[in-house]
């Protein structure tokens, strides 16, 4: 019996290859670029996958006009470059990604905000540490001039270029894991009520807040020796830059904010070891009137199935990182503790945030 002819793929046509690898330099994709060149990329003419197939439709290009796309198709079509990829792809083994393209996906990834995606393309080439140096010296340059919107997107940029080489099974972009650092901040229960996080000197609370939005020890280290008005109004910034939502946290904040002074101020005073009966009395006919458990859901938009208050933090410091700055841990009774909102009224920082409540 004859054997079947085994089907044999086309060659990929040139445009292709150059529109492919343009449209994920263009959206500053490492990801995909990185696919585009692997031993089974759907770009080799000896690799079994079709680029035109429906699954890999996402890597090709829709119609792209912008100024991104056309920049990266007149560098991929370079003819050293193009002679850089073809070579690639049809090398066994490992390619060696074009330095030039890696470079503009990076910029690209930058501008679009994918800071961990630009983090990896300048890992690939070498550069990263150099590219986090230049950011902050140009951020700090914006600062000197008061720009304080441009100073904020520099920082961000450089922190967010930071490298975890400690990660397994390799080095990867550190994240910004806010929910484990939010609970770190509240691990203490308060011994005293002034010793809330919420409730510090404005400039404490400042130092606070840039040590946890930025994540980065020694890049907060730089605005040290500004004034408390620029670190005042350069964290404003960096709060409504990481959170565009922010106005939405507010109503809520405001909302928990009149829910407890409904309650009554000797709710917040409640600790685990009151043994007033009176009190618990009082707070208990308060309850069936008024849940205190409705606090922490107010704060958040939403219910949660576990009531534990370390659950509200992490979920409110994933949906509004800079929220976990202005609440604290209360017990309401022996066995229910929440989060609740607390704030000093004359701080600075609540002013500028617009998370006073009017009518308090």
């Known amino acids: 019996m004859a054997r079947k002819k085994e089907k044999t793929k086309a060659p990929v046509e040139q445009q292709r290859i150059d529109q492919c690898l343009a449209r994920a330099v263009a959206e500053g ?4 670029f990185r696919f585009l060149f692997l031993s089974y990329s759907p770009l080799r003419d000896d690799s079994p996958e079709d680029i035109t197939a429906e699954k890999y439709t996402y890597l090709n290009p829709h119609g792209e006009t912008d100024r991104r796309f056309s920049e990266a198709l007149q560098a991929v079509q370079k003819p050293d470059v193009q002679e850089h990829v073809n070579a690639q792809l049809k090398k066994k083994g490992p390619a060696q990604l074009p330095a030039s393209l890696v470079t ?13 995606a630009a983090a990896q393309a300048y890992e690939l080439l070498r550069i990263r540490g150099r590219m986090q140096k230049a950011f902050l010296d140009q951020a700090d340059e914006a600062l000197d001039k008061d720009d304080i919107k441009t100073a904020v997107r520099g920082y961000r940029i450089a922190v967010g270029l930071d490298y975890d080489y400690a990660a397994f099974p390799e080095p990867m972009p550190a994240p910004p894991n806010y929910q484990s650092k939010a609970q770190i901040l509240h691990a203490e229960y308060p011994r005293n009520p002034e010793d809330a996080m919420a409730l ?45 939502d922010w106005a939405t946290f507010v109503g809520r904040y405001k909302d928990a904010c009149r ?12 600790t685990n070891e009151s043994s007033d009966a009176g009190l618990a009395e009082e707070i208990e006919a308060q309850m069936q009137e008024d ?23 992490k979920e409110l410091a994933y949906a509004h990182p800079a ?11 022996k066995d229910l503790e929440i989060v609740m909102p607390r704030y000093v009224k004359e701080s600075p ?7 006073v409540l009017d009518e308090r």
């Not at 990076?106 to 961990?116: M, P, R, T, W």
């Not at 994540?215 to 959170?243: C, M, T």
């Not at 859901?297 to 949660?304: A, I, N, Q, V």
């Not at 920082?349 to 998370?355: D, E, P, R, T, V």
């Open 29 to 32: 994709d490492i990801v995909d």
């Open 104 to 116: 503009l996906l990076g910029d690209n990834a930058v501008e679009l905000g994918k800071y961990k």
């Open 200 to 244: 510090q000197p404005p400039e404490t609370h400042i130092n606070i807040a840039l040590g946890y939005l930025l994540l980065n020890p020694e890049v907060v280290g730089r605005l040290e020796s500004r004034s408390f008005d620029q670190r005042l109004a350069f964290l404003v910034e960096l709060v409504h830059q990481i959170d565009p």
């Open 259 to 270: 829910l407890v002074d409904k309650i009554g101020t000797r709710l917040e005073q409640q």
């Open 291 to 313: 849940d205190p458990a409705e606090i922490p859901r107010l704060l958040l938009g939403r219910s949660l199935d576990d009531v534990a208050w370390w659950q509200y933090i």
């Open 323 to 333: 929220s976990i700055l202005f609440v604290v841990r209360q017990f309401v009774t």
């Open 349 to 355: 920082l609540i002013q500028a945030l617009g998370l």
